[in-house]
């Protein structure tokens, strides 16, 4: 595992989970014979102290068996010496439990629909390899897995290239028009590439700006792949989970949104209250929320694609923004305050 | 370490479940209700003999519903001669329905595909559904290679919609939603029998049959407007792979429907409509695009402000148009915040 890989070792919080983690611990210590408590916790991603804390449970663990007592025949038992000692695990009696349970039908939904996302890569791994792993997730579940199902998306065609430099640990150029409508040659180390359902982003390290920036793959252009050396000094860089981080000269702003829009909203939202501030928005049932961005255009544009969720509140600059960006719009069409006349609807989708 | 020692103690959930998987593997002939609640590690703690133990009975509903939820085929057998007696009922889990057969093998590089797979689902509502699945792979001892490292895939469930829908197709339930359409002044309670839910184009739907009208349709989950309720009324079982059919019903629906569109040369609009799937430029230059909805490109194309200029289709334009007119109407100074609500209500994402 790379620093530049989102990790799962966090504890697991629900009893289904800590009961699957122990129904397939058991069959692993076995297949094992002796297994290090680090090496075991390496294996399943997890902390050695879930490690240590299952194989106690277990330890101690059984049948009521013939007595109804869980008398000593009737337990596991695990060599203690090696436990307490080496930090080592050694099952010496098992009972009941042997093999590895099977996917439920939406675990193995779950991971068919992320394959099938990841179609889209371009890694030219045979189709074949993903419907023979598709036919053993569902052969490996109890029951057929649900009906989930997530489209193949084409993925830009930059795409290759990024992966290709990232794959070389080679630097990477492209022309690349930024939210604020500049164009600029950049060249970068890429670190990774990060998806959110049908968008592609490249993470990478911007010699330009010597920070670590992330980049749309549908803004660039003219996309070259260098023969020069990424410096390597960045392997250490930590890339959290979100695409893109505040900046010491954003600017709130504050919304008033219909509460189901606030999802859409994303990484921009800084703030929602939870009470409605007056009469009118709570007839509305919308809330007031602020919003950190970078700059006010990228916010004229996310409002302006949803004037019936989100209104502006303040700044006036804000506002007055959206007027305008909607207004020049307008006089693309010839029939400024004509009456709506949508609501035919699209019969095939609902 | 006897078990004596340790009953002062509350039983962890987790040790309860794993005694009562346990208990019931082992039985061959199965257990009744009452000999699992006074023999088994979690349930005899606090089970009265001569007493009321409905509060464990409950319990055990329960425990057995999180147990069958992991894909554990926790079966009922009836005694014979006594069939539907809850008292004389046995519970078991068969062993050839619990583990995963044998010649089920996943290579170093199949497993690093799968891990990915996982990570995709890292925010969303499958997320413990894909974390339970790895673990059961590691626990048959396969081995990651690293060949796809560098990539952070991410599938999102935003709707609130879909995990309440993502159960109702697990148990096999039908559900009730509100729902507005695009042109409905307001949103109408659906009652339908879920088949299937795709993400097309980066966004779900739910391939369902709509009881009122007895026929199937598709539903966009960011339009259902409140909660979902799982009713207790079984699906009845309808055959087909519903899922590669809602996809290719959509796919087929954006090939047909082609918007075209003016885009002002070197902005954001250009660079980016371009690169859609399957879009193309026509000899003036002008932007062919697929689309599935009119209503959500509309939205989309109405935040391109001026950069774009839509041409057709004329439900498209007209969708446009009252999306910018809405949000010039809301953000007028002269206007008040309360105009703002009345001439949003036209429009909603």
Do not use: C
Not at chain 2, 71 to 90: F, K, M, S, W, Y
Not at chain 2, 177 to 193: E, I, Q, S, W
């Amino acid at each position: 595992m790379t620093p530049n890989t989102p990790r799962e070792s966090q504890p697991f919080s629900f009893a289904q989970d800590k009961l699957t983690f122990l129904l397939t611990l058991v069959p692993y210590l076995l297949d094992r014979g002796r297994v290090s408590v680090a090496d075991a916790a390496a294996h399943f991603q997890v902390g050695e102290k879930q490690i240590r804390e299952a194989v106690s449970l277990i330890a101690v663990s059984g049948v009521p068996g013939e007595t109804t007592q869980y008398q000593h025949g009737n337990l596991f038992d695990i060599s203690w010496d090696d436990f307490d000692e080496r930090d080592e695990i050694v099952i010496t009696h098992k009972v009941a439990l042997d093999d590895s349970p099977r996917f439920s039908a939406r675990e193995a939904a779950a991971l068919i629909a992320g394959l099938q996302y990841l179609q889209s890569l371009p890694e030219n791994i045979d189709g074949g390899v993903y419907s023979s792993l598709m036919d053993k997730l569902a052969r490996g579940a109890s029951e057929r897995p649900s009906q989930v199902a997530v489209a193949r998306t084409d993925a830009t065609e930059s795409l290759s290239e990024v992966r290709d430099a990232l794959d070389r640990r080679v630097q990477l150029e492209f022309d690349y028009l930024s939210s604020r409508g500049s164009h600029e040659r950049r060249r970068v180390d890429p670190l990774r590439i990060d998806s959110d359902d049908e968008n592609w982003y490249l993470r990478a390290w911007d010699h330009l700006r010597e920070a670590v920036r992330t980049f749309r793959l549908d803004r660039m252009t003219q996309v070259a792949v260098t023969d020069a050396p990424v410096s390597g000094t960045h392997d250490d860089v930590r890339l959290g989970d979100r695409l893109f981080q505040g900046g010491d000269d954003d600017q709130l702003v504050t919304i008033e949104i219909d509460p189901s829009a606030t999802t859409l909203l994303g990484e921009f939202l800084a703030s929602v209250d939870e009470e409605p501030t007056d009469a009118t928005a709570a007839a509305s049932g919308r809330v007031r929320a602020r919003i950190r961005v970078a700059h006010i255009h990228g916010l004229t544009r996310l409002v302006t694609s949803m004037p019936g969720a989100v209104t502006v509140i303040d700044p006036p600059e804000a506002r007055a923004a959206v007027v305008d960006w909607a207004t020049a719009a307008l006089t693309g069409y010839d029939r400024e305050g004509s009456e709506s006349r949508e609501g035919r609807p699209d019969h095939r989708v609902e | 370490m006897s078990s004596e020692k340790r009953q002062p103690a509350p039983i962890p959930v987790e040790e309860r479940l794993f005694s009562l998987v346990l208990a019931l593997l082992a039985t061959e002939n199965g257990l009744t209700k009452s000999e699992i609640l006074s023999t088994v590690q979690g349930y005899r703690q606090r089970y009265a003999t001569r007493g009321d133990n409905a509060s464990l009975e409950r319990q055990f509903e329960r425990d057995k519903d999180d147990i069958r939820e992991l894909g554990v085929p926790l079966e009922t057998i009836d005694a014979p001669g006594d069939p539907g007696n809850n008292q004389t009922l046995r519970y078991r889990i068969p062993r050839a329905g619990y583990e995963l057969p044998a010649d089920i093998a996943f290579s170093p590089s199949e497993t690093a595909l799968l891990n990915l797979a996982a990570m995709a689902w890292r925010e969303g509502s499958l997320s413990r559904e894909s974390r339970r699945a790895l673990l059961k792979l590691r626990s048959i001892g396969a081995e990651t290679s690293d060949p796809l490292l560098g990539y952070a895939p991410r599938i999102r469930t935003r709707d609130a919609a879909f995990g309440p829908l993502n159960d109702a197709l697990s148990k096999g339930v039908i559900v009730s939603f509100p729902y507005l359409k695009p042109g409905d002044p307001t949103a109408r309670l659906r009652t339908v029998v879920p088949l299937a839910l795709v993400q097309h184009q980066g966004r779900w739907h739910l391939k369902a049959i709509d009881q009122g009208v007895g026929e199937p349709r598709t539903f966009l989950l960011s339009r259902i407007t409140g909660p979902v309720k799982l009713s207790r009324t079984a699906s009845p079982s309808v055959p087909g792979d519903h899922a590669a059919s809602a996809l290719a019903e959509l796919e087929s629906i954006w090939q047909a429907n082609v918007a075209l569109i003016e885009v002002r040369p070197g902005t954001d609009a250009s660079v980016r409509l371009v690169r859609r799937r399957g879009a193309s430029l026509d000899d003036d230059g002008r932007v062919l695009l697929h689309f599935t909805d009119a209503a959500l490109l509309a939205d989309e194309l109405a935040g391109f402000g001026p950069e774009v200029r839509v041409l057709g289709p004329e439900r498209l334009v007209d969708a446009v148009i009252a999306r910018l007119e809405a949000a010039v109407a809301a953000h007028r100074t002269d206007g008040h915040a309360a105009s703002a609500a009345s001439a949003s209500t036209e429009v909603r994402p």
